[in-house]
């Protein structure tokens, strides 16, 4: 059931390539001190927002939080307005003015991310109810990192989304840390995400973070249901990020030891990137001409989208206030 074709998989495979190679960029570009903004990479987690974003219809909405750009991305969002955002120019995403964590595409469906733990978990589920109220085929999405389920908004919102039968899908990206804290210090042990969903009905599934077939697989199955009617789902992505919490560098790179290299090098092992790749070539779905084509496109996209941003205008001092309510 849901299994996607050659062409999907394809797809899939080159959004998760398009969010690593411009996430890379970017944080060897931050190095450089010239975004000033602190930015939250999600490298490692790709396959998340890849496939999750790949099972959805043109006119759903995302909502997303402070490690957002593989989601912004991976619903079509560009990679100029992005980098141009991280640079402060008035041609971002928006308008320089958002940084990192407050990028905006309501274009092509990503309405907005945030810096305020659980928040659009809230508004997802707002906007759910009002296209049940307008009787509108349209499904809200909010990706979330573990650490969000622990704030009442979380429950507040299954507990709502479930009793109207709103049509929402909640995407925990577990990468098992809130910030430096690992999850079994945060939770009594043998806590289990997905059951405390199940606790307020809504049907919820646990997949592999680092595939993003799964991921795909999964998501497609859970927006059936959610288009039928038949209310909110829970799908829980075992996922793990590569670089510190906040910036560019590794975490043993700055002698941090919360969580060993060993711990990280053995889910860089899992890598999203080359599994997709791997699996694609094992099915015939793909060359490794194919794949290194695709490499190389993707890197002179970026580094074009990046010459432009940094080449872009300063918003006007007397813009400042524009928009402020």
């Not at 249901?225 to 043993?252: I, K, N, S």
Request: proline letters at 4%.
């Amino acid at each position: 059931m849901h299994s996607p074709t050659i062409e999907t998989r394809r797809r899939l495979y080159q959004s998760v390539l398009r969010l690593r190679r411009t996430e890379e960029r970017l944080a060897a570009l931050y190095r450089d001190q010239e975004m000033r903004t602190p930015t939250h990479f999600g490298v490692g987690q790709e396959a998340v927002a890849a496939g999750v974003c790949e099972a959805l219809d043109a006119q759903d909405v995302v909502y997303s939080h402070h490690r957002c750009h593989n989601h912004y991305l991976a619903r079509g969002g560009s990679v100029f307005a992005l980098a141009a955002e991280l640079y402060g120019r008035d041609e971002g995403c928006s308008r320089g003015r958002g940084g990192s964590v407050h990028l905006t595409g309501p274009d092509h469906g990503f309405m907005i991310s945030s810096a305020i733990l659980g928040q659009t978990i809230a508004v997802a589920t707002g906007s759910a109810l009002a296209f049940k109220m307008d009787g509108v085929p349209r499904v809200a999405v909010a990706f979330f990192g573990d650490a969000a389920c622990e704030e009442g908004i979380f429950y507040e919102s299954l507990n709502y989304a479930a009793t109207h039968g709103l049509p929402v899908l909640l995407v925990c990206e577990n990468n098992l840390y809130s910030t430096e804290s690992p999850l079994q210090v945060r939770q009594p042990s043998g806590t289990q995400l997905c059951e405390r969903a199940a606790a307020f009905k809504l049907r919820a599934e646990q997949v592999d973070g680092n595939d993003v077939f799964a991921v795909h697989q999964a998501a497609s199955r859970l927006l059936d249901g959610v288009r039928q009617g038949r209310g909110p789902a829970f799908l829980e992505c075992m996922t793990y990020r590569w670089l510190e919490h906040v910036g560019p560098c590794f975490d043993h790179e700055m002698n941090r030891s919360y969580r060993s290299r060993e711990e990280l090098e053995a889910w860089m092992e899992r890598c999203p990137l080359r599994r997709a790749g791997d699996a694609l070539l094992a099915q015939g779905a793909a060359t490794r001409d194919e794949l290194e084509a695709w490499r190389v496109d993707v890197d002179h996209e970026v580094e074009e989208a990046v010459a432009r941003a940094k080449a872009g205008s300063w918003p006007e001092p007397e813009s400042l206030f524009d928009n402020v309510y």
